[in-house]
T-cell receptor, first 115, second 115 residues
Framework: AQSVAQPEDQVNVAEGNPLTVKCTYSVSGNPYLFWYVQYPNRGLQFLLKYITGDNLVKGSYGFEAEFNKSQTSFHLKKPSALVSDSALYFCAVINYGGATNKLIFGTGTLLAVQP | SQTIHQWPATLVQPVGSPLSLECTVEGTSNPNLYWYRQAAGRGLQLLFYSVGIGQISSEVPQNLSASRPQDRQFILSSKKLLLSDSGFYLC??????????????FGEGSRLTVL
C-alpha cells in the first residue's frame, strides 16, 4: 500500500533562514507526490506536485521540493522563510486502483517561523 | 474557473441530533468528490468519495453517510450525532478519472462540535 511519512511534528525556523519540511514515501511503482498547506481553520491549498521529469519541482509562494528516488524522499524547501509561511504542511501520495485515484496524506508538519 | 463551496462553516449540535453538511462545485463537470475529516487539527481521514451521481464509496465504517444527488453536489449526513463525530470536515474535488492528475481542491471546511 502507498504511504507517506512526515517524521517531524513541528519545524521551527527564523525568518530569512532556509527551511526544509521532510517527507518520505513508500509506493509500488512510480510515485505521484504532492505538498499541500493548511492555514488555521482553512481548507488545504495545493502547493506543488511531482509526476515525472525534473527532480526539483517549483510551486506556489516560492516553495520547491526535491524528489530523491534513492532515498524515497520528497522534502519541501524554501530558501528564505517568511513569518507568513507559518502553517501546517501535508505531504501526500496517490493511491492507485479502484474507481478513482485517492490521495493518502501524511500526518502533517507544523511550520513555525519566528520573526 | 472552478470554485468549491462548503457550508455551514461552523456548527454546534447536541448528541443525537441529525447532521447535514453540503458541498457544491462550480465551473467543472463530472468531478470526483470527497469528504475528509480532520481530527485534533492534524491527520486527514478520507470518509467518502464519489465518481458520479448516486455513486458513493465509504472508506471507513462510521456513523455518517454521504449522498450525491446532483453532479456537483455532495452531502454528508448523520441521523444521530455522537460526541466522536466532532471535527473539521473538508470537502474536496478532483477532475474525473480520464483527466485526473491527482490534485485535490478543497473547500474551506466545516467545524462541527457535538455537545
Amino acid at each position: 500500500a502507498q504511504s507517506v511519512a512526515q517524521p517531524e511534528d513541528q519545524v521551527n525556523v527564523a525568518e530569512g533562514n532556509p527551511l526544509t519540511v521532510k517527507c518520505t514515501y513508500s509506493v509500488s511503482g512510480n510515485p505521484y507526490l504532492f505538498w499541500y498547506v493548511q492555514y488555521p481553520n482553512r481548507g488545504l491549498q495545493f502547493l506543488l506536485k511531482y509526476i515525472t521529469g525534473d527532480n526539483l519541482v517549483k510551486g506556489s509562494y516560492g516553495f520547491e521540493a526535491e524528489f530523491n528516488k534513492s532515498q524515497t524522499s520528497f522534502h519541501l524547501k524554501k530558501p528564505s522563510a517568511l513569518v507568513s509561511d507559518s502553517a501546517l504542511y501535508f505531504c501526500a501520495v496517490i493511491n492507485y486502483g479502484g474507481a478513482t485515484n485517492k490521495l493518502i496524506f501524511g500526518t502533517g508538519t507544523l511550520l513555525a517561523v519566528q520573526p | 474557473s472552478q470554485t468549491i463551496h462548503q457550508w455551514p462553516a461552523t456548527l454546534v449540535q447536541p448528541v443525537g441530533s441529525p447532521l447535514s453538511l453540503e458541498c457544491t462545485v462550480e465551473g467543472t463537470s463530472n468531478p470526483n468528490l470527497y469528504w475528509y475529516r480532520q481530527a485534533a487539527g492534524r491527520g486527514l481521514q478520507l470518509l467518502f468519495y464519489s465518481v458520479g451521481i448516486g455513486q458513493i464509496s465509504s472508506e471507513v465504517p462510521q456513523n455518517l453517510s454521504a449522498s450525491r444527488p446532483q453532479d456537483r453536489q455532495f452531502i454528508l449526513s448523520s441521523k444521530k450525532l455522537l460526541l466522536s463525530d466532532s471535527g473539521f470536515y473538508l470537502c474536496a474535488w478532483s477532475l474525473g478519472r480520464s483527466a485526473n492528475t491527482g490534485e485535490l481542491f478543497f473547500g474551506e471546511g466545516s467545524r462541527l462540535t457535538v455537545l
